[in-house]
C-alpha cells in the first residue's frame, strides 16, 4: 500500500527558517515525481511545486521559485519542502502527493502538514 | 502558465440528482502524439486530503464509484456526479499536468439543497 506520512504541525515566527517533510512507502520511491500543495485558509490548492527522486530535478510554480526549495533524501525515501526565511503570509497546510507515471495526477496524498507563521 | 478556470464557483443539487461542473483551460491539453487529455478531477472534503476521482480527463481513478465521470477535450471539461449521495458534498477541483507549472482551478464547492 502507498502511503505519505508528513511530518506534523509548525509554529514559526517571520523571518525564522523550517523544513518539513514527507514520507513514502509501500514503493519504488525513485521512480515517481513527488509534488507539494499549499492551501492557504479558505482558499483553494495552489501548485507549489515537483521533484523527481531519481536525480532530484525540480521545477516550481512562479509564486514559489526562489522562496521555498524541495529536496529528498533517497537513503530514507523522504521529501521536503524548505524555507529561508518565512512570510505570515506561508501561512497554510501543505499537502505532499505522489505523481502518477511520468509527473501525472496526484494519485496519493499525505495527511497535510499545518504551517502557521506568526509573531 | 495555463490557467484553469471552473464554473460555477458553488452549486447545491437535490439528493439523488445530477451535478455538473466546468472547467476550462487557456491552452489545449491535449497531447496530439497520444491523444490524451492532461487534466484531472479531485474531491477534497474538510479535514481530509483531496482524493484523486478522475485522469486523463475520463479515466475513473481505483475505487471511484461509477456515478462520477469525466467528459471533454482540448479546453473544455465537464465533471458529471449522477445521482448525488450526502457523502459527496466537498470541493471539487480541476487540474491540469500538461506542463509544468501544473495549475488547479479555483474550485467548485458543492452542497445539497
Known amino acids: 500500500e502507498v502511503q505519505l506520512v508528513q511530518s506534523g504541525a509548525e509554529v514559526r515566527k517571520p523571518g525564522e527558517s523550517l523544513r518539513i517533510s514527507c514520507k513514502a512507502s509501500g514503493y519504488t520511491f525513485t521512480d515517481y515525481w513527488i509534488g507539494w500543495v499549499r492551501q492557504r485558509p479558505g482558499q483553494g490548492l495552489e501548485w507549489v511545486g515537483i521533484?523527481?527522486?531519481?536525480?532530484?530535478?525540480?521545477r516550481y510554480g512562479p509564486s514559489f521559485q526562489g522562496h521555498v526549495t524541495v529536496s529528498v533524501d533517497k537513503s530514507i525515501s523522504t521529501a521536503y519542502l524548505q524555507w529561508s526565511s518565512l512570510r505570515a503570509s506561508d501561512t497554510a497546510i501543505y499537502y505532499c502527493?505522489?505523481?502518477?507515471?511520468?509527473?501525472?495526477?496526484?494519485?496519493?496524498w499525505g495527511q497535510g502538514t499545518l504551517v502557521t507563521v506568526s509573531s | 502558465d495555463i490557467v484553469m478556470t471552473q464554473s460555477p464557483e458553488s452549486l447545491a443539487v437535490s439528493l439523488g440528482e445530477r451535478a455538473t461542473i466546468s472547467c476550462k483551460s487557456s491552452q489545449s491539453i491535449l497531447y496530439s502524439s497520444n491523444n490524451k487529455n492532461y487534466l484531472a478531477w479531485y474531491q477534497h472534503k474538510p479535514g481530509q486530503p483531496p482524493k484523486l476521482l478522475i485522469h486523463?480527463?475520463?479515466t475513473r481513478a481505483s475505487g471511484v464509484p461509477d456515478r462520477f465521470s469525466g467528459s471533454g477535450s482540448g479546453t473544455d471539461f465537464t465533471l458529471t456526479i449522477d445521482s448525488l449521495q450526502a457523502e459527496d458534498v466537498a470541493v471539487y477541483y480541476c487540474h491540469q499536468y500538461d506542463n509544468t507549472p501544473y495549475t488547479f482551478g479555483q474550485g467548485t464547492k458543492l452542497e445539497i439543497k
Open positions: 502527493a505522489r505523481h502518477e507515471g511520468d509527473g501525472y495526477s496526484l494519485d496519493n
Open positions: 521533484v523527481y527522486p531519481g536525480d532530484s530535478d525540480s
Open positions: 486523463w480527463a475520463s
